[in-house]
């Protein structure tokens, strides 16, 4: 499962910019790592909530990309953020899951983890191409 989810990661150029990377990616499930830099940090020294929102929204991606068939692709279609704690320490974890797997439509959630602390979880459509 994990080689078709690299393949759509590797081409995610937005991801290497903000130095993400695939950690995990298997049925219905996919986990996204993010190390801290003061690139992605905003005035409060802390993650800037748009590097949150990407990495869990490309985990999302991930997670339902597992369920379809080879050769698809995902889109991102809708999402919700909800930011829970400040986003601190060497490195976040989004971590998603497949809620319910559709043939188009699939929807996920992902939390966003800095250590133990949940910062935050997304809520997403993810839509098959």
Do not use: Y
Not at 30 to 56: K, M, N, P, Y
Not at 87 to 110: D, Y
């Amino acid at each position: 499962m994990q080689e078709p989810v690299h393949d759509v990661f590797a081409r995610q150029k937005f991801m290497a910019t903000i130095g993400a990377r695939l950690l995990r990616a298997e049925s219905g499930e996919c986990d996204v790592e993010l190390r801290f830099s003061e690139s992605i940090g905003q005035q409060t020294g802390v993650v800037h909530a748009g590097a949150i929102a990407a990495i869990a929204d490309s985990a999302c991606g991930g997670a339902a990309l597992t369920m379809w068939p080879e050769g698809s692709d995902v889109v991102s279609i809708e999402f919700k953020l909800n930011l829970l704690a400040p986003a601190r320490g060497e490195k976040l974890v989004a971590k998603a899951q497949v809620l319910r797997a559709g043939k188009t439509i699939t929807v996920c959630r992902a939390d966003v983890f800095a250590g133990d602390v949940l910062v935050a979880t997304m809520l997403g459509t993810m839509m098959r191409r």
